[in-house]
Nanobody, 122 residues
Framework: QVQLVESGGGLVQPGGSLRLSCAAS????????MGWYRQAPGKQREQREL??????????NYADSVKGRFTISRDNAKNTVYLQMNSLKPEDTAVYYC?????????????WGQGTQVTVSS
């Protein structure tokens, strides 16, 4: 089993910053891709949108709406992915979920974090 623990969400004013973290633990042989998704208010799980992802080699990919404002990074020694969010806007308000592609000792699976609320409001 693999556990993901997210932290770092909260309430912030427009223009502010937050840093999200997602730490993986458990039966992990290696971690492949890691990413952040968000689910806006009123949207269903199936409508979660990709915010950013990062490959095992460090190649990054961002949604157009966050380019230049958000930065994804990872610490392979800690099995942790981060999302630095700057210049936050009200439309960034959502529950943010990490998604981690894990190779265990017998299988390879994707795991979701529990979600962390980010609210951008004055």
């Amino acid at each position: 089993q693999v556990q993901l623990v997210e932290s770092g969400g909260g309430l912030v004013q427009p223009g502010g910053s937050l840093r999200l973290s997602c730490a993986a633990s458990g039966s992990i042989f290696s971690i492949n891709g890691m990413g952040w998704y968000r689910q806006a208010p009123g949207k269903q799980r199936e409508q979660r949108e990709l915010v950013a992802d990062i490959s095992e080699s460090g190649r990054t990919n961002y949604a157009d709406s966050v380019k230049g404002r958000f930065t994804i990074s990872r610490d392979n020694a800690k099995n942790t992915v981060y999302l630095q969010m700057n210049s936050l806007k009200p439309e960034d308000t959502a529950v943010y979920y990490c998604l981690v592609d894990v190779t265990g000792f017998r299988t390879r699976s994707n795991y979701w974090g529990q979600g962390t609320q980010v609210t951008v409001s004055s």
